[in-house]
């Protein structure tokens, strides 16, 4: 008899909360009726029959927390069935994440870590919240618009309770006309005023990229100095899980390009909150790109408001002396997994989170270069007038004489992203690319 | 929904006959208005000028013919509210008050220029004119315009922002969807349609729905809308005061269409073959913003042609000056070359 699993309710849903059973055991339930309610960790769900027959069992308390993907949560029919594997809602088996598992971040970056500091765990999301509300509650000249951002709490819930503390004067639902309010939020920014600009995803900020380039980035280069634009543009960029093509393009080499912006993409939480800070303070236009997948995972946090990363410094994330592996955003997953197999081998390699686009850090990287004679570049987005393309050219040019290999590259793939799990999974980088390109420049 | 619609008929539906004004200037108005102006057409032409010589160089747009737009509307605002345009923005520029020497300079490309020789024709700013702009991308200016007015909502003062578009720029989407969000957020800023009829080579008749009546694309969005003789400085100072005193009482947005034309090209590397000779010169013996002002200051013997002669030679002379400055005056250091890319943090 059909089993009922715990649905994904969004691309990237791991796991979830069941908050309540709406029909009890015994009842009948039909096609379309909702029988339970899922908290996720962007919003309350409902969950609807597909099969019809008496609720014969019910194997998940209402209340429970971390109930996995496809757990079987109930059973509708004859009670004596075994949980057949159906899936009620296709299970997205996001390629991503079969990644190994991240290993936690326990040491954020030193330059900012004075011995003693306290720590909180917090998630990215909670983190992103947290650095956007501080900011907000110290100047009263920033704010935040984009689509959903308030009465919804945001499309992935970065700026959940934000419109309750600081009401719709600063938290400002727009039109779906990112070309618009992009174009608006600039034109705050040139009367004073500090807009922290949501994207929905990033895929949509092309429709405003306009203005980001041509009006928020180049105006005090053509004004002589005049007219700065105080600006962060921010929200979920590159693959989420299984949202094809238009909805899953990594935008750091494009916004990387462009003088006049500052481009960030951290990977931990710390980094998050801290470069979220350093953005928001600071006088240029600033393109924040955060990662869907990463919002719900949970890193150290230094504990309370002052936490500030600077803009333009890599972070060393794992230190080794074999061969050095650059990285930023959620490919530093790839990146530090890569580096646990490698150690296993003997292999000791130092891991660089690159942290901020632009400006990169680029004496960290070379200065590792240097130690190691050896570097793997990993970027997610496509290959071709990468980030790590620039990588390579910049440390062929500034550590030609230390290396002791060309500079090796591991990307996303030369294609548009595809659908099928498979494919996808195929696109994307992944440790093992990560694990034989710095196998390939040992020679090994 | 009733459209609350300030909407000036016009009698016989052609666009050289917009309704015109009964508003009398006094002497002063009148003289302050041919000075204004005067000193665009004057600068313009010496614009051209240079352009010709070889001092200009790259795109340069000029603003004969429309002066009385701009000027009209400088007069219906207020210290401290925002002016925000496009590239034909030289005319805007000296009416918020900057410096004739330091634009001519900047279409020099030289380093007094106002953005120092690093923006040219198309890029000037002014922070204490609050003039934002000078922009090359056809239609940025406009929600960039709304912008500048969500600043002033934000900050709780009662400036308005003015953002000036062609008819061109009237096709491009962003300004929908500017115009969606000044309405829902009741925005103090007032769209000036600068209707000179054509966009490049492109008649709006060819390029646009409902040609002849521009500011009424407003109406789908609940905003008022008025089509103005743009050629005529009290009516547009006029229709101006109603925008803005719109704007102040927390009503939100204005559309002003401005019914106008430039006589010369769209920049000067533009043949105009497009159009007919005898189109620009009905259009200047008729309806020239200039002569209509000088003839009225004449008339009601506000000033003697002596007088009006002395403010002609003192124009001139601002011009000369500013050219003179402009041809003398430095290229950039190549040490700025790198500067003013970011604001250091
Ligand atoms: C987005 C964009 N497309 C095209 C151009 C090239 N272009 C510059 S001005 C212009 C015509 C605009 O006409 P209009 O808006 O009527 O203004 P006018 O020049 O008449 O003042 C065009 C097509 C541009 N600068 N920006
Ligand atoms: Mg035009």
């Known amino acids: 008899m059909p089993s009922i699993l715990m649905p994904a309710l969004s691309p990237t849903m791991e796991e979830g909360k069941l908050a309540k059973w709406l029909k009890q055991v015994g009842d009948m339930v039909k096609p379309g009726d909702v029988i339970a309610e899922i908290e996720t960790d962007k919003a309350t769900m409902e969950v609807e029959a597909v099969d019809e027959g008496p609720l014969s069992a019910i194997l998940v308390p209402a209340g429970t927390e971390h109930v996995k993907v496809n757990t079987p949560i109930a059973v509708i029919g004859a009670a004596d069935a075994v949980p057949a594997p159906k899936t009620e809602v296709p299970k997205p088996a996001p390629a991503t994440l079969a990644a190994p598992p991240v290993v936690t971040q326990s040491a954020p970056p030193e330059e900012a870590n004075p011995t003693g500091t306290e720590m909180e765990t917090m998630t990215v999301r909670e983190a992103i919240r947290a650095a956007m509300s501080e900011e907000m509650r110290r100047d009263p000249e920033v704010f935040l618009m984009g689509e959903e951002v308030g009465q919804y709490q945001g499309a992935y819930k970065i700026s959940q309770g934000m419109l309750e503390e600081f009401g719709p004067q600063r938290i400002i639902d727009t039109p779906i006309t990112e070309h618009g309010f992009a174009g608006l939020a600039v034109g705050a920014g040139f009367a004073g005023l500090k807009p922290i600009v949501e994207f929905m995803t990033f895929n949509f900020s092309m429709q405003a990229i306009d203005h980001i380039i041509n009006s928020a980035a180049k105006t005090l280069y053509m004004s002589g100095g005049q007219m700065g634009c105080s600006i962060v543009f921010r929200g979920p960029n590159g693959a989420a899980a299984r949202v094809a093509a238009q909805h899953s393009q990594d935008y750091a080499a494009w916004y990387g390009h462009i003088p006049g912006l500052k481009v960030v993409m951290p990977y931990t939480a710390a980094d998050a909150k801290g470069l979220m800070k350093a953005a928001i303070r600071d006088p240029n236009p600033v393109v924040f790109l955060e990662n869907e997948i990463l919002y719900g995972k949970s890193f150290e946090v230094p504990k309370g408001d002052d936490w500030i990363v600077p803009i333009g410094k890599a972070r060393i994330a794992r230190t080794g002396r074999h061969v050095t592996i650059v990285s930023f955003g959620i490919s530093m997953i790839l990146a530090l997994s890569a580096a646990e197999k490698l150690a296993a081998e003997g292999i000791e390699a130092e891991v660089i989170d690159l942290r901020s686009i632009r400006p990169l850090d680029l004496p960290t990287v070379i200065e590792s270069v240097k130690k190691t004679n050896r570097c793997v570049c990993v970027e997610e987005g496509f290959p071709q007038f990468s980030v790590t393309s620039e990588l390579a050219a910049q440390v062929m040019t500034h550590a030609f004489d230390y290396l002791d290999a060309p500079v090796a590259r591991v990307a996303g793939k030369d294609v548009p992203m595809p659908y099928a799990a498979n494919l996808e999974k195929l696109a994307l980088p992944n440790a093992d690319e990560v694990v034989a390109a710095a196998k390939a420049v040992l020679y090994v | ?345």
């Open chain 2, 1 to 345: 929904m009733a459209v609350k619609s300030a909407y000036i008929a016009r009698k016989n539906g052609k666009s050289d006959k917009p309704a015109p004004s009964n508003s009398g200037f006094t002497a002063e108005e009148e003289l302050h208005a041919y000075r204004e102006m005067l000193l665009i057409r004057r600068f313009e032409e010496k614009a051209g000028q240079l352009y010709g010589m070889g001092f200009i160089g790259g795109f340069c747009h000029l603003y004969i013919g429309q002066e009385a737009v701009v000027v009209g509307m400088q007069m219906a605002q207020k210290q401290g509210d925002q002016v925000i345009t496009s590239y034909r923005d030289h005319g805007h520029m000296l009416a918020c008050g900057m410096d004739p020497k330091g634009v001519m300079a900047e279409l020099t490309g030289r380093r007094g220029g106002l953005s120092k020789g690093k923006g040219g024709s198309m890029h000037m700013f002014s922070r204490e004119k609050h003039f934002f702009g000078g922009h090359g991308i056809v239609g940025a200016q406009v929600p960039l315009g709304a912008g500048l007015a969500f600043a002033n909502k934000y900050r709780g003062n009662d400036h308005v922002a003015v953002a000036y578009f062609g008819d061109g720029a009237a096709n491009q989407g962003q300004v929908y969807e500017t115009f969606n969000m000044a309405s829902i957020w009741k925005l103090p800023v007032i769209f000036i349609i600068e209707n000179n009829r054509y966009a490049m080579g492109t008649a709006a008749t060819r390029s646009t729905a409902m040609a002849e009546q521009l500011g009424a694309r407003g109406s789908a969005f609940g905003i008022p809308f008025e089509q103005i003789d743009g050629m005529d400085v009290r009516a547009v100072r006029e229709a101006g005061e109603r925008a803005v005193a719109h704007c102040r009482a927390g009503e939100g947005p204005y559309i002003l269409e401005m019914m106008t034309y430039r006589y010369r090209g769209h920049s000067m590397s533009d043949p105009a073959k497009y159009r007919s000779k005898e189109e620009v010169q009905k259009m200047r013996e008729e309806h020239d913003p200039i002569e209509q002002v000088k003839a009225r200051i004449l008339n009601g013997k506000m000033a003697s042609e002596d007088e009006l002669k002395r403010i002609d030679s003192e124009i001139r002379a601002i011009v000369t000056e500013a050219a003179e400055f402009a041809q003398n005056d430095p290229e950039p250091d190549a040490s700025e070359l790198y500067t003013d890319i970011y604001v250091n943090a």
